[in-house]
């Protein structure tokens, strides 16, 4: 018993790697995922036919370069398992559709619905998630799962959002059960800059990638990936870092931040009470995240304008975040910042022409450092959600096998 | 040539395999080391003679309680090998020997030499490390090399230091190869709150550690262990956290510090400046890091004999301190602080009861944190250097191999 039962777990588990090397690969031969896997030409080619039968991964066209009989590249079939990612910002729900090959298929971006039951919300995700897939045209039954980026703090094991100052009234608030009843997909809750760590990751061109992502939408978060590592946190709600403090000398707005903290230096709240405060615009209902976030996007908008009191605000407010930064930067001696989220095409027009030097500014060390946008776009979190998802049903998965014994035998 | 080549790496791979296994056991059979690491019993067999030919392990008693004919323990030989640990804070110089079954043999705390030519403190190093080793009396060729632990920034691969601002005068100072030259020891640059963190994690009881390590000494630092690691930086410069922000309303210290930073909250200078501010005692040169460090200790004995002013200071010292934690701990969502370093002996009796509450009060997720003492003392960082040349030299390593390819084959 014990024995069957460890060799189908090997089965499974070489086949998952065999499928994570065709995933990360733009194209992988049978040859080659007998070196690169270790396991025999007999394994390979059995694992290879069934994931073929599976549709999960198809043969593609062989390049003419090579001497003799040219082998034949694999890739993942696009068509063969989906991911929704759902991104909820207090302003703006983004869901994403990925395919297999990691691809967004198709995306949306929605105000978040300002209701104070969150049952309502759940209904509403529920909703634009059955949508999208109909919308899609693809086949239900291939959807693995919906992952879940949302601010923290929040309980991911047990899919509970805790009490997250960015959602009020969603205290305790069973995300991953109702939404799996809502929509009969499993459901994965992860916080939105882990998620959003995930997708700059998956989506950088370099070999080695250590960096700190900085989150900013309704809230402003961190993530830190540190050699190709998204690092989660040991209850998985890294980057709280709205309460840094960045200016001492900073006003007292009248909200529930700390003064002269990272939140008060760019969150929409806190930038839009800065901009009535010196008179650019009336005050919104701060109730209201959706009329919030409009407003600050009314304030990015004359800065990009020539507005020089509004130009000076978001210039204070870089001055401040490279602060912040700098802050994160002395302590993890990271080479790379990269800064994303739903607020972050309004901010970079008067960001990221600065924040290098800003940042460099602040460092003990001449160590230099990178400042980058997202690679992603403002989807970025949702997207991450995703990824999450197809890593949670397909990556081979070491803590199922025995420590230390590499993966052989006939799969 | 390659292939001869590799196997002598794999040789000796596999003895660096089966003697850390050794180091991390308190006593492994052969069978034990079989099959914790892969290795056929002829192999290990080979292995374990080599090994104690060479006096680096060696056959301990068995105890009795098992059935059949008792296995015999392996043991490390603590007399196989040596290494030498310096700290230099800019007060205190530590130095210790530590012997190959990790014990500090002996060790000693000595003024660091207040002098503006570095070559002196050098001189002054490897006086030091002579004496220690005569003192002990051990075998010098068993000497493996010197590590120094010392403030950053530094460029560790180099043995460089490069412009300490707890070490003025020892601007591009090389470090490295004066006192390999003074000393005729190997010598291994690394930071002090890296080799703080490291001692701490090896002295560690737990099977998982995450952590954060608060360094005190002439200076603050951090440093971050994450699921047994120790995180060093990209350019291992980690856990610069002086000019973190924890007070706004801080006064105006007369020194080059950030106002309101950890270090104006809590390193020595400050603390001094504090007290000489309130007429608690004179102002020390503070040019003199000895004459600091002693002005300090008089401080914090004045607090511990029930002194209001100086208790009221060295509160306000371990409130702002958890200000620092606080960041520390909701970014990186561990779960533990360790506080340690030369300062932490004097600071402790008044931190140490309120610090965890402190802290609590700062942490956005109701998650708690445990704050803890180090375990191991004010030699932590001189300890840490002295373990990190033990496993540069006896440690194996996996980058000598090809990745994926289980070490196997008759060593």
């Excluded at 034949?72 to 909820?88: K, M, N, Q, W």
């Excluded at 395919?99 to 919300?121: C, N, W």
């Excluded at 959706?290 to 020539?306: M, N, Y």
Aim: net charge negative.
């Amino acid at each position: 018993m014990r024995r069957g039962s460890n060799q189908l777990r090997l089965a499974d588990y070489n086949q998952a790697v065999v499928l994570e090397l065709v995933r990360r690969s733009r194209g992988v031969s049978r040859a080659d995922l007998q070196r690169e896997s270790g396991l025999s030409s007999q394994t390979i080619s059995n694992i290879t036919r069934r994931l073929i039968d599976e549709q999960l991964i198809r043969e593609s066209t062989p390049g003419g370069s090579a001497r003799g009989r040219p082998s034949i590249p694999l890739v993942t079939d696009p068509d063969g398992a989906y991911s929704v990612g759902v991104h909820i910002d207090p302003a703006r729900l983004t869901v994403v559709l990925l395919d297999l090959a990691g691809e967004v298929r198709l995306g949306r971006q929605e105000h978040t619905p300002q209701v104070t039951d969150p049952s309502e919300v759940t209904a509403f995700i529920a909703d634009t998630v059955h949508g999208l897939i109909t919308e899609a045209g693809v086949d239900r039954a291939r959807v693995l799962g919906l992952g879940i980026a949302a601010p923290g703090p929040l309980d991911a094991d047990a899919g509970v959002l805790l009490d997250p100052p960015q959602l009020p009234n969603w205290r305790d608030v069973r995300l991953g059960a109702d939404l799996r009843e809502a929509t009969g997909l499993p459901v994965l809750l992860g916080k939105d800059v882990t998620a959003a760590a995930t997708a700059e990751l998956r989506a950088s061109q370099e070999t080695s990638n250590t960096f700190v992502f900085l989150y900013l939408g309704s809230g402003v978060g961190a993530s830190v990936v540190l050699d190709n590592q998204v690092v989660r946190g040991t209850t998985n709600n890294i980057g709280e870092v709205g309460d840094l403090l960045v200016d001492s000398d900073a006003e007292q707005l009248e909200w529930s931040g700390r003064r002269g903290g990272l939140a008060a230096a760019c969150v929409p709240e806190a930038l839009v009470l800065q901009a009535a405060r010196v008179g650019l615009m009336p005050l919104p209902d701060l109730n209201d995240y959706v009329a919030v976030d409009d407003a600050c996007s009314a304030l990015c908008a004359r800065a990009a304008e020539g507005d020089a009191v509004a130009a000076r605000l978001l210039r204070r407010a870089a001055h401040r975040v490279a602060v912040g930064l700098g802050v994160l930067v002395n302590l993890l001696d990271v080479p790379r910042v990269v800064i994303g989220g739903p607020l972050w095409d309004r901010l970079s027009p008067a960001f990221l022409p600065v924040m290098g030097d800003l940042v460099a500014r602040e460092l003990v060390a001449a160590r230099g450092v990178e400042v980058q946008g997202s690679a992603v776009g403002d989807r970025v979190a949702a997207q991450g959600a995703a990824e999450l998802v197809l890593d949670q049903f397909l990556a081979p998965r070491a803590s199922a096998l025995m420590v230390g014994r590499p993966a052989r035998g006939d799969g």
